[in-house]
C-alpha cells in the first residue's frame, strides 16, 4: 500500500541529510546561549546585594565566588549542566 500524502510529508520532515545543517548549528547556538545564560546569573550572584544572598545564601554565594575565582569556566560549565544549578 503505497504512503498517503499526509505520511510522505511526515517522513520526508525526518530525513538526516535535509535537515542535518540546521540540527548542526542548532546544537552550538543553544549552548552558547546556556552558557552565556549561567554567565550572567553568576555574575548577579556574585555582585547582588539582595536579603537572600547576603542572608541565609551567603555561604553558598562565598563558597561560588571562591569557586569562581579559581575555575569559572569550570564552575559555569558544571552549573550549566547541572539540575542543581547553584546550589550544586
Do not use: C, N, W
Not at 34 to 63: C, F, K, N
Amino acid at each position: 500500500m503505497p504512503p498517503s500524502a499526509r505520511q510522505s510529508r511526515l517522513f520526508s520532515a525526518f530525513q538526516p541529510d535535509e535537515h542535518l545543517p540546521r540540527i548542526k548549528s542548532f546544537a552550538p547556538a543553544v549552548r552558547t546561549q546556556l552558557m552565556e545564560a549561567v554567565q550572567r546569573t553568576l555574575d548577579y550572584v556574585l555582585t547582588a546585594r539582595t536579603p537572600d544572598l547576603v542572608g541565609p545564601l551567603a555561604g553558598q554565594v562565598a563558597s561560588l565566588k571562591k569557586q569562581s575565582e579559581t575555575d569559572r569556566a569550570g564552575l559555569i560549565e558544571r552549573v550549566a549542566y547541572s539540575q542543581a544549578g547553584f546550589t550544586a
